[in-house]
């Protein structure tokens, strides 16, 4: 699945908020991947900051529990 992260502090940060809000209603979260990083600018500094990642998971068969 595809998310979107936002952190006013850090790229790592944006990333992990995205992976913790998942983590929520997904279950294990193997992988990840950084597809896009941007940033919007206020007086010459990146005030808060975006990225899009892939996440892999996997898919547990529960057709015998």
């Known amino acids: 699945i595809e998310l979107t ?3 006013a502090n ?3 940060d ?4 995205a992976v913790s809000r998942a983590a929520v209603t ?3 979260i193997r992988h ?6 941007t940033a919007n600018v206020d007086n010459g500094a990146a ?3 975006r990225v ?3 996440l892999s998971f996997a898919v ?3 057709l015998h529990e």
């Open 5 to 7: 992260g936002t952190s």
């Open 10 to 12: 850090s790229i790592e």
């Open 14 to 17: 944006a990333v992990n908020l």
């Open 26 to 28: 997904i279950e294990n």
């Open 32 to 37: 990840l991947r950084v597809l896009d990083i």
């Open 47 to 49: 005030v808060q900051w």
């Open 52 to 54: 899009k990642i892939s």
């Open 60 to 62: 547990q068969d529960r």
